[in-house]
Structures are given as C-alpha cells and as structure tokens.
C-alpha cells in the first residue's frame, strides 16, 4: 500500500504535493482550535458555576454574621 502511494506521488508535480501537505495542517489546526475552543466553553461554565456557589456561600456566610449580631427573636 505504501510503495503504491509512493507511485502514486512521484508523478505529482512538487506543488501539489506541498499544497497537500499544506491543507492537511490546516485542518488539523482548525481541529485543534475547535477543540481548545469546546474545552474553553466547557472551563467557563465550571468556573461560572464555582461563582455562582461562591456567592450563594457568601450570602449565607453574611446572613449567619446577621443573626450573630441581633439576638434571636424568641428574647424579644
């Protein structure tokens, strides 16, 4: 198979060969690109979700401060 491919390009002119070599790296960055993008979109949406439960974290921290400083409701 690889001596029928090796015929196959001796009789390709060199452009064309170069031209070949250069679509394929060109398609293989694009595909590396896309998937660095998805993996991008994806550790967004990880860290969204970590601010998100780091806010509601600090609401509830500030809301237990709240009911450190005024005395229950039940003393009143």
């Known amino acids: ?4 491919e090796r ?3 001796k009789d390709v002119d060199a ?3 170069l031209d070949y070599i ?3 790296i060109e398609i ?3 595909m590396k690109m896309d998937e660095e993008g998805t993996n991008d979109k994806k550790n967004k949406q990880k860290n969204k979700n970590n601010n998100e439960a780091s806010s509601a974290n600090l609401i509830s ?5 709240r009911s450190m400083d005024e005395p ?4 009143e």
Do not use: A, H, V
Request: aromatic share 8%.
């Open 28 to 30: 293989l960055m694009n």
């Open 61 to 65: 921290d500030s809301e237990s401060m």
């Open 22 to 24: 250069k679509t394929s």
């Open 7 to 9: 015929k196959k390009l």
């Open 15 to 17: 452009f064309t060969i």
């Open 1 to 4: 198979m690889l001596g029928k």
């Open 72 to 75: 229950p409701k039940d003393y």
